[in-house]
């Protein structure tokens, strides 16, 4: 069974920068793509961006030049900085991948940003 754990959330006030990563139990290269999404409360879980097994990415257009999302094959690990924060990034953030129809979520990371 494939476990995906997110860390690195926290506290930040606006502009300031945090570095989420996603570490998976397995090889990460196996996923054919690993993705954060974040749900804020009331609102629905949305995606943010998205990595593939070929080194593809692409990112929602909010945080477009301001997130980065890249890949640690070593340390079966996926990353998500997030720059220039702001109070509208506040969000429960979770990782997934998918292998095939297999889909696998983490638990989730809370990133919170003051004004």
């Known amino acids: 069974q494939v476990q995906l754990v997110e860390s690195g959330g926290g506290l930040v006030q606006a502009g300031g920068s945090l570095k989420l990563s996603c570490a998976a139990s397995g090889s990460i290269v196996s996923f054919n793509a690993v993705e954060w999404y974040r749900q804020a409360p009331g609102n629905q879980r949305e995606w943010v961006a998205t990595v593939t097994s070929g080194g593809y990415t692409a990112y929602t257009d909010s945080v477009k030049g301001r997130f980065t999302i890249s890949r640690d094959t070593a340390k079966n690990t996926v990353h998500l900085q997030m720059n220039s924060l702001k109070t509208e990034d506040t969000a429960l953030y979770y990782c997934?991948?998918?292998?095939?129809?297999?889909?696998?979520w983490g638990q989730g990371t809370q990133v919170t940003v003051s004004s």
């Open positions: 997934r991948a998918n292998r095939g129809s297999a889909v696998y």
